[in-house]
């Protein structure tokens, strides 16, 4: 009998947050601190002529201003992957909102005060705010020289192409057989483009960091999904060991990607080490806008078929527009393309993704990581195809969609789902086949869609550490690395020594995450936590048990492998103790404990696209029914998702995650969209950012959440909350096909687009 695993046990920290005793970073206040403020470009692209801030340093109450004239030497640059973003502008500004100064200050009013008597000149040039515009021939550099050449780590994964003197500062190629070949020999051919717009994370929690320079050790208190690598890049640009600088992280508001990495941490730590005291930077929902966003995409994608239907060759030529530095680009743009081809049975494969600069916000993870873009155009195209060759769009995805066992690419682990049951599923679910109900409204079409996607899941977080402890009085500790955001992993990580040392979880403590105490772990993101840091933990678990029935064999005089445990106690031929009187027999006075530790990585391999395999396939399918009014407004009446968890640890955040990952989607397909004018983002607030609201979800939504045991986690786990997000558009846009007969093939899908794209099927656009 399970005593954690499976349950739907309370989220260890609900309690603090619900009362509102939950420390965030913006909660916390140190002696002496002050608070930090940032000047920013009101530029897409020039350069910095004139930097004069003796008015605002003279202020009272202004304790630091850091300009290019101060900032510290060495490595004022900072990147995930390529190093091209400094702490504040040097030479010049790449989109409007680019760092020129920060103060630090008594008090927010006179930080405000101070920026406002900050003097700089610039001298503007030409603006590429757009990938054709920086693609151009002649185009300049946004970067003087590709910072992409410099980076040693630049290249990290397979089949990476070089361009030194262009604005692409990442190509990533991967093919098998041969496509031009295998177009040749198809019956038929569609080519077709995509567009995905850019979109926001909006976590509820804007960018917060805490940072306390002393000198000779930092520490820096920050809402990051990679508190490990923010150490090891603080350390990098500022001199030190990084056994002198500590992250400590807080309860964290919302991640979706948006908090990987290194943010305004060095921004603030630059200042703490000007002002020589703690200083807090909190950014506005509006500067949050301009720190990260989710890249737009264009996506053309050829595929060759048989009349039957059978896939023959699929090309794809996907352009990410990654704004002004690089930050996670290069990882979302070699997801995508590698992700491309979708889950399909198809000899010949060429893809080519494609990160660009621009003088725009920059882009990067998001939930999803460029699995939405993708798969918006492969299952847009599959419905196409059906509709031309007569073939019901279920029946066609049947047909061609990879078994369970199937190699998705040599080198990769193989597909651990049914998705062809599944997708029968989802099918079942909304009724596929079956008329809709008749309309009373004049005007009004009704329409079904249907999608399928995955991605293989893990990311680039490909070692986890972690560390249990029994303490003398019976009770656990776990110590791990994965930041807990909202999507309840701790919790389910704790069930997870709850269920090995059969302890029951109000007995296990989660021990706050620290990098002067927490194992090492690479961050939180593409769903990794509950397989990688999974797997980690249950081997901590295991030893520490192992440790603690060797003890109770000493006790009892006999076998460990006929030890029971049950509720915290040891039993064995009649003879039963509690863990504290096992830990006590042995330690006596001393108080000792015992301390299991487990390690999980993921073996590099030389035949697999990425450099390593997957973790695990996350996947997501979805069916919509939607109603399409003859002025392009569409409205979502019934939508159907479906994934596998493999085995769900904790069954209620599974369906939250779940249920959270399809609003987003549904979010991007319907309604959200960064939209830009002459370079400046015109929408960067929640009243003119559409996010999706109650009136927005459909009246009927129903998540299926199978357990099909395939995954590498736990008890047959998978990670889960990324898998919705992947067919909403492309199910969505497929139902409004349905309804209209009107293909569109730009999402969101704004009441605009839509009715242009009724215009000009009846001919009626422009009068």
Same mark, same amino acid.
């Given at each position: 009998?399970?005593?954690?695993?499976?349950?739907?046990?309370?989220?260890?920290?609900?309690?603090?947050?619900?009362?509102?005793?939950?420390?965030?970073?913006?909660?916390?206040?140190?002696?002496?601190?002050?608070?930090?403020?940032?000047?920013?470009?009101?530029?897409?692209?020039?350069?910095?002529?004139?930097?004069?801030?003796?008015?605002?340093?003279?202020?009272?109450?202004?304790?630091?201003?850091?300009?290019?004239?101060?900032?510290?030497?060495?490595?004022?640059?900072?990147?995930?992957?390529?190093?091209?973003?400094?702490?504040?502008?040097?030479?010049?500004?790449?989109?409007?909102?680019?760092?020129?100064?920060?103060?630090?200050?008594?008090?927010?009013?006179?930080?405000?005060?101070?920026?406002?008597?900050?003097?700089?000149?610039?001298?503007?040039?030409?603006?590429?705010?757009?990938?054709?515009?920086?693609?151009?021939?002649?185009?300049?550099?946004?970067?003087?020289?590709?910072?992409?050449?410099?980076?040693?780590?630049?290249?990290?994964?397979?089949?990476?192409?070089?361009?030194?003197?262009?604005?692409?500062?990442?190509?990533?190629?991967?093919?098998?057989?041969?496509?031009?070949?295998?177009?040749?020999?198809?019956?038929?051919?569609?080519?077709?483009?995509?567009?995905?717009?850019?979109?926001?994370?909006?976590?509820?929690?804007?960018?917060?960091?805490?940072?306390?320079?002393?000198?000779?050790?930092?520490?820096?208190?920050?809402?990051?999904?990679?508190?490990?690598?923010?150490?090891?890049?603080?350390?990098?640009?500022?001199?030190?060991?990084?056994?002198?600088?500590?992250?400590?992280?807080?309860?964290?508001?919302?991640?979706?990607?948006?908090?990987?990495?290194?943010?305004?941490?060095?921004?603030?730590?630059?200042?703490?080490?000007?002002?020589?005291?703690?200083?807090?930077?909190?950014?506005?929902?509006?500067?949050?806008?301009?720190?990260?966003?989710?890249?737009?995409?264009?996506?053309?994608?050829?595929?060759?078929?048989?009349?039957?239907?059978?896939?023959?060759?699929?090309?794809?030529?996907?352009?990410?527009?990654?704004?002004?530095?690089?930050?996670?680009?290069?990882?979302?743009?070699?997801?995508?393309?590698?992700?491309?081809?979708?889950?399909?049975?198809?000899?010949?494969?060429?893809?080519?993704?494609?990160?660009?600069?621009?003088?725009?916000?920059?882009?990067?993870?998001?939930?999803?990581?460029?699995?939405?873009?993708?798969?918006?155009?492969?299952?847009?195209?599959?419905?196409?195809?059906?509709?031309?060759?007569?073939?019901?769009?279920?029946?066609?995805?049947?047909?061609?969609?990879?078994?369970?066992?199937?190699?998705?690419?040599?080198?990769?682990?193989?597909?651990?789902?049914?998705?062809?049951?599944?997708?029968?599923?989802?099918?079942?679910?909304?009724?596929?086949?079956?008329?809709? *109900?008749? %309309?009373?409204?004049?005007?009004?079409? #009704?329409? !079904?869609?249907?999608?399928?996607? /995955?991605?293989? =899941? +893990?990311?680039?977080?490909?070692?986890?550490?972690?560390?249990?402890?029994?303490?003398?009085?019976?009770?656990?500790?776990?110590?791990?690395?994965?930041?807990?955001?909202?999507?309840?992993?701790?919790?389910?990580?704790?069930?997870?020594?709850?269920?090995?040392?059969?302890?029951?979880?109000?007995?296990?403590?989660?021990?706050?995450?620290?990098?002067?105490?927490?194992?090492?772990?690479?961050?939180?993101?593409?769903?990794?936590?509950?397989?990688?840091?999974?797997?980690?933990?249950?081997?901590?678990?295991?030893?520490?048990?192992?440790?603690?029935?060797?003890?109770? *064999?000493? %006790?009892?005089?006999?076998?460990?492998? #006929?030890? !029971?445990?049950?509720?915290?106690? /040891?039993?064995? =031929? +009649?003879?039963?103790?509690?863990?504290?009187?096992?830990?006590?027999?042995?330690?006596?006075?001393?108080?000792?404990?015992?301390?299991?530790?487990?390690?999980?990585?993921?073996?590099?391999?030389?035949?697999?696209?990425?450099?390593?395999?997957?973790?695990?396939?996350?996947?997501?399918?979805?069916?919509?029914?939607?109603?399409?009014?003859?002025?392009?407004?569409?409205?979502?009446?019934?939508?159907?998702?479906?994934?596998?968890?493999?085995?769900?640890?904790?069954?209620?955040?599974?369906?939250?995650?779940?249920?959270?990952?399809?609003?987003?989607?549904?979010?991007? *397909?319907?309604?959200?969209?960064?939209?830009?004018?002459?370079?400046?983002?015109?929408?960067?607030? /929640?009243?003119?950012?559409?996010?999706?609201?109650?009136?927005?979800?459909?009246?009927?939504?129903?998540?299926?959440?199978?357990?099909?045991?395939?995954?590498?986690?736990?008890?047959?786990?998978?990670?889960?909350?990324?898998?919705?997000?992947?067919?909403?558009?492309?199910?969505?846009?497929?139902?409004?096909?349905?309804?209209?007969?009107?293909?569109?093939?730009?999402?969101?899908?704004?009441?605009?687009?839509?009715?242009?794209?009724?215009?000009?099927?009846?001919?009626?656009?422009?009068?």
């Amino acid at each position: 009998m399970s005593v954690a695993v499976g349950k739907s046990v309370p989220r260890i920290d609900g309690r603090e947050k619900v009362t509102g005793r939950a420390v965030y970073a913006s909660d916390l206040k140190l002696p002496n601190m002050a608070h930090g403020k940032i000047l920013r470009s009101s530029y897409a692209h020039a350069k910095v002529v004139r930097i004069d801030a003796r008015r605002a340093e003279a202020l009272p109450g202004v304790f630091a201003v850091l300009t290019r004239e101060n900032l510290m030497s060495g490595a004022p640059f900072y990147g995930t992957y390529i190093k091209d973003q400094p702490i504040v502008a040097l030479d010049k500004v790449r989109y409007i909102g680019d760092v020129v100064a920060a103060v630090a200050a008594s008090d927010e009013r006179i930080a405000d005060q101070a920026l406002a008597a900050i003097e700089v000149e610039y001298e503007e040039l030409p603006a590429l705010l757009d990938v054709d515009a920086a693609l151009a021939q002649g185009a300049a550099m946004i970067h003087d020289e590709n910072p992409a050449r410099k980076d040693p780590r630049y290249g990290y994964g397979a089949s990476v192409v070089r361009h030194d003197a262009t604005n692409i500062f990442y190509h990533f190629h991967y093919e098998r057989g041969d496509v031009e070949r295998g177009l040749k020999e198809s019956d038929r051919v569609f080519t077709e483009t995509y567009y995905l717009a850019g979109a926001q994370h909006y976590p509820m929690e804007s960018h917060v960091s805490v940072a306390d320079d002393r000198g000779e050790e930092i520490t820096v208190w920050s809402g990051t999904q990679t508190p490990f690598p923010l150490r090891q890049e603080i350390a990098r640009m500022f001199g030190l060991p990084q056994s002198r600088v500590r992250v400590i992280v807080p309860y964290v508001g919302g991640g979706y990607g948006a908090k990987s990495g290194v943010k305004y941490e060095a921004l603030t730590v630059a200042l703490s080490r000007l002002a020589q005291r703690p200083v807090r930077l909190r950014v506005t929902a509006e500067e949050t806008f301009k720190t990260l966003s989710d890249p737009s995409a264009k996506v053309t994608i050829t595929t060759g078929v048989k009349n039957d239907g059978t896939f023959v060759a699929r090309r794809c030529e996907v352009y990410f527009d990654g704004g002004a530095y690089a930050n996670s680009g290069p990882t979302v743009t070699e997801r995508a393309g590698y992700r491309a081809h979708g889950p399909y049975r198809i000899p010949h494969v060429k893809t080519d993704a494609y990160c660009v600069y621009t003088n725009k916000v920059p882009g990067g993870a998001f939930r999803g990581f460029g699995g939405p873009q993708v798969s918006f155009a492969y299952e847009s195209q599959a419905d196409t195809i059906a509709r031309a060759l007569s073939i019901d769009a279920v029946e066609l995805r049947l047909k061609n969609l990879l078994d369970r066992g199937d190699l998705y690419t040599a080198g990769n682990i193989p597909i651990d789902c049914d998705l062809k049951t599944e997708l029968k599923s989802v099918a079942g679910a909304i009724g596929w086949g079956e008329k809709s *109900a008749p %309309l009373q409204k004049p005007g009004v079409r #009704r329409g !079904k869609g249907i999608a399928c996607a /995955v991605k293989d =899941g +893990g990311g680039v977080n490909k070692e986890a550490n972690a560390m249990v402890q029994i303490l003398i009085d019976g009770s656990g500790l776990l110590f791990l690395g994965s930041v807990e955001m909202g999507q309840g992993v701790r919790t389910a990580l704790m069930q997870v020594v709850a269920e090995e040392l059969s302890l029951p979880p109000a007995k296990i403590q989660v021990a706050p995450l620290d990098s002067a105490s927490t194992p090492f772990d690479r961050g939180t993101h593409a769903s990794s936590a509950i397989t990688v840091m999974g797997q980690a933990v249950q081997a901590a678990a295991r030893d520490a048990r192992a440790q603690l029935l060797a003890l109770a *064999a000493e %006790l009892f005089e006999a076998p460990a492998e #006929r030890m !029971k445990l049950a509720d915290g106690r /040891v039993s064995c =031929g +009649g003879k039963e103790a509690s863990f504290a009187e096992i830990l006590r027999r042995h330690f006596g006075d001393l108080e000792g404990e015992i301390t299991g530790r487990g390690r999980y990585k993921v073996e590099r391999r030389d035949d697999a696209p990425l450099g390593y395999p997957a973790t695990f396939w996350e996947n997501g399918l979805a069916a919509a029914e939607v109603e399409v009014d003859e002025t392009g407004a569409v409205k979502l009446l019934n939508y159907v998702s479906l994934t596998d968890a493999g085995k769900m640890i904790n069954p209620g955040h599974c369906l939250g995650q779940e249920e959270g990952s399809v609003l987003f989607g549904i979010g991007h *397909a319907l309604h959200e969209e960064l939209v830009y004018s002459a370079g400046q983002l015109v929408n960067p607030t /929640v009243m003119d950012y559409h996010l999706p609201r109650f009136r927005d979800l459909p009246g009927k939504f129903h998540s299926i959440i199978v357990e099909e045991g395939g995954g590498t986690g736990p008890f047959g786990a998978k990670g889960i909350g990324e898998g919705g997000t992947l067919a909403a558009a492309a199910a969505i846009c497929n139902a409004v096909y349905d309804a209209t007969g009107v293909r569109v093939y730009h999402v969101p899908l704004t009441s605009q687009r839509v009715w242009n794209a009724l215009a000009e099927k009846s001919g009626k656009r422009g009068e």
